[in-house]
């Protein structure tokens, strides 16, 4: 059977192109359902939305979640979702932009959550998986990993899990979140990092600041025994301290 509709339509784009002007371009339905599913999304005030691509690519935004509480308190932490057009028939494809210390999210940025693989089914939304991201956040399951050794640290040890979780968010080395530098070894990593800053800080400082230069020294080494947990956070500030007032002392006797 012929569909009029269809021969109408191609009629008028084929008018419309013989008159100068671009024929708009139909939605599918996947784009149509996602449309819907967007302007139907709850946004809590730790979550944020944004199309990189700009607007006319729905299919392809990003979400932004800085949870308020739980582990990850104080964390910004940014997922890709990259939608087809068979949409809601296949689930989302989900990534984690963001290097996280995480049971349930590896190093790739792959994300464990179960909606995202065999318990997806149409009637799920975009706004379905929002909320097993941020859940995932406020109750990190150890049950189901992607990182292992996070997961054995959370189910043995949780307040060593919430120091590492703290540390990593503050661009500490913690198991594999810079594992660009873990692949040569702890003890050769951190040679490296203590060398480069140390460059760094005699290359771009002036002569004269010898204070501050110490200072950056201090704190390198002492972030450096702490990354090995040779010391606790009490033990770096107090180190910190020591060093800087000691060179200090000694800039002041030469004089």
């Not at 709850?42 to 949870?67: H, M, Q």
């Not at 984690?96 to 999210?105: A, L, Q």
């Not at 480069?196 to 201090?218: G, S, T």
Request: aromatic share 10%; proline share 5%.
């Amino acid at each position: 059977m012929i569909k009029l509709f269809s021969v109408k339509q191609k009629h008028k784009e084929a008018a419309e192109s013989a008159n100068g002007r671009v024929p708009i371009k139909k939605q599918s339905a996947g784009e149509l359902r996602l449309q819907k599913d967007i302007s139907e999304l709850n946004l809590a005030k730790t979550t944020s939305i944004s199309f990189p691509n700009g607007k006319d690519n729905l299919l392809n935004f990003e979400i932004t979640i800085r949870p308020d509480e739980g582990y990850y308190q104080g964390g910004t932490f940014v997922f890709s979702f990259q939608i087809s057009q068979v949409y809601p028939h296949e689930a989302p494809k989900v990534k984690c932009k963001t290097k996280v210390y995480h049971p349930n999210i590896d190093l790739e940025g792959n994300v464990c959550l179960n909606i995202l693989r065999e318990d997806w089914n149409p009637v799920l939304s975009v706004n379905s998986i929002l909320y097993g991201l941020q859940y995932l956040f406020l109750d990190p399951n150890p049950d189901d990993p992607l990182n292992h050794e996070a997961a054995q640290v959370l189910r043995d040890n949780p307040r060593q899990f919430d120091l590492n979780v703290k540390r990593s968010m503050s661009g500490g080395f913690v198991a594999g979140i810079h594992e660009e530098m873990m692949k040569e070894g702890k003890d050769e990593s951190s040679r490296m990092l203590l060398t480069w800053l140390y460059k760094w800080a005699h290359k771009l400082l002036p002569v004269d600041i010898v204070e501050f230069r110490y200072y950056v020294f201090a704190t390198c080494m002492a972030a450096l025994c702490v990354y090995s947990c040779e010391i606790s956070l009490e033990k770096l500030v107090f180190s910190i301290r020591e060093a800087v007032a000691g060179r200090l002392k000694e800039g002041q006797d030469k004089k």
